[in-house]
């Protein structure tokens, strides 16, 4: 798997040649061999990519990420056919324990809001209410702390009068953002054999990615935080490029310090052992 996230926001044409993705602009010609591709991001609709790159990147694991006019990403390549995939673990998909999968949205929502509390208090804002709240979890998060939580907290890191309904330069990098991770969350479900339809608390018939959306939950703070340090009227290449340049943050993760991606890559391995009868394993939170 690669390392690097190559954004094309200009008129192109991409193509494929000798394990290479050629990338052809008004500026000049660059080579990238697709070894070190980890995402491609196409974030212009005055980009041309032909069948044979978007073929040769998918057998390497390569997410691409195709945006609309208004730079929105709308769409992502998923393989059908992983190395790895084979029926029994899809079998075992479909027979996931239920009390381990209300255990696993426990805590996934118990970090997701140790997150949160955490990213305010880098900010020095009060985040007192949202402790409180954190103590009201219960198992399945039956009560739906996680939404409470998170219609206080946005008005405590951005604005009094934040909404995440309002159509706002803040809120089109936060999905932009957030698309960039469920789109490596899914990868990651992908590459290690699994289906992204089938969710522990996601169960959307609209949503092919309701796994992924479940993972993903836990590290949406640390685009929050991210954002919450940007000065920005709207969403330019430069708020996009550091949204995806992201995947490269060093964080703490398990006691250890790792890379973003190689964080999303380790958690999403370990949320499947768990959910996985045959192994015993802890799902531990995402600290700063």
């Excluded at 200009?10 to 980890?38: C, F, L, W």
């Excluded at 996601?202 to 949406?220: I, K, P, V, Y």
């Amino acid at each position: 798997m690669g390392w690097r996230s190559v954004v094309v926001s200009q008129h192109a044409k991409m193509s494929y040649s000798s394990r290479n993705m050629i990338v052809q602009t008004m500026d000049g010609i660059n080579q990238v061999p697709i070894e070190d591709i980890d995402l491609l991001l196409v974030s212009t609709t005055q980009a041309v990519i032909t069948t044979t790159l978007i073929s040769e990147l998918v057998k390497s694991q390569v997410k691409i990420i195709f945006t609309d006019d208004a730079s929105e990403p709308v769409c992502e390549t998923v393989g059908y056919y992983p190395n790895n995939r084979n029926v029994d673990l899809i079998k075992k998909q479909f027979k996931w324990n239920a009390k381990r999968q209300q255990l696993l949205w426990t805590k996934i929502v118990a970090s997701k809001i140790v997150n949160q509390i955490n990213v305010l208090s880098i900010y020095g804002v009060e985040n007192a209410d949202l402790i409180s709240e954190l103590d009201k979890l219960e198992v399945d998060d039956v009560t739906n702390r996680e939404a409470v939580v998170a219609r206080k907290y946005f008005p405590l890191l951005f604005d009094n009068k934040f909404s995440r309904r309002d159509f706002s330069p803040v809120n089109a990098a936060l999905n932009y953002g957030y698309s960039i991770l469920l789109s490596n969350v899914n990868r990651e479900i992908v590459s290690n054999g699994y289906l992204t339809y089938l969710g522990i608390h996601h169960h959307s018939n609209d949503n092919q990615f309701n796994l992924g959306s479940d993972l993903m939950e836990s590290f949406r703070p640390v685009i929050d935080y991210w954002l919450a340090n940007q000065n920005f009227k709207e969403l330019t290449p430069d708020v996009k490029f550091g949204l995806v340049d992201l995947l490269n943050l060093e964080m703490s993760f398990n006691g250890k310090k790792m890379l973003f991606r190689n964080i999303i890559s380790e958690h999403v391995r370990n949320c499947l052992k768990y959910l996985s009868p045959r192994f015993k394993i802890e799902v531990q939170h995402l600290l700063y």
